[in-house]
């Protein structure tokens, strides 16, 4: 076993005693008093979402601007859910008992069940909150476009190629969930929230290393034929993991559909300058590899915008 990939063992190694579902209270319960909240950043920070940093979003009545935050929070916890188990979960099994298991060794698969078990705990609270907020502030509910983005990648994926699509998904997801955690989490939030934020962001550090170190393990022993395919994928799924949920924006802001296309537009617009900024954890996990100095699939990724 590499030095690396020990690395990744060890931090599993006391998962009994510190991840969030063997050592954690469940504490994602709304009170009246968290539900008597009315600062609107308290529901869901601006910087996470592009949207909520439109000039004539911000100058929205405090009422309706609360609304919109609360939408977001429970429109990112929905996303949450599905991305764990239908797309990290799925990744994960593709290791333990798919086709990619020859690639990696028994104390891996066994560490990587270990994250399985995480990810449901991740789905489970998820949810919890996002049903709670829906249903205080009588929201509608939307299937988030970026998860219908990479079931579209998926299914266009070759059946022999599926692990390897699946594995690449939920390599850019691992890398990518601390930092976006990390944004949601740097202000002051609702108490719930904040527990849950503190939960996920505790055991996705280890899983971000985890799965860095899969990637590289991977790279190493794949064909060329497969890097060829994995080169071109990656910049696949990054940009689906950049999009903004335009169906989402349009629902959030209905009764005011002039603003909804100004949000949307500013949102698309934001988008290239956004996707460099989030997908800087992942870009780093690959330049641990030589794939970026084969000048073809550099390209690829230069073409998506990621490389300069
Ligand atoms: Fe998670
Ligand atoms: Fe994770």
Known sequence: MNEA???SITLFRNWD???AVRSRPYAYQFTHEDFAQTEPSLWFPATL???????SVKSLPKKELLLVHAHHLVHFMGYTTALEVVHVNEAVRCIVAGNLSKYFENEERHVALKLYADEAYHALFSKDIAD???????LMRTKPTRIEGLNFILEQSPPDLKCLTRFCIGFVSETLITRELLKLSTGALVGPVTNLLQDHLYDEGRHAVFFSECFSQLWRQIPKIERDYVAKMLPKILTAFSQPDIPFLRMVFKTRPALGEEVSAFALANQAVRMVEICKPTLRAIERTDLLDDESYFVHFQSAGLVA
């Open 49 to 55: 979402s592009s949207a909520l940093t439109h000039d």
């Open 5 to 7: 990939t020990y690395r």
């Open 17 to 19: 005693s510190s991840s």
């Open 132 to 138: 709670q907020v829906a249903k205080h502030f009588n």
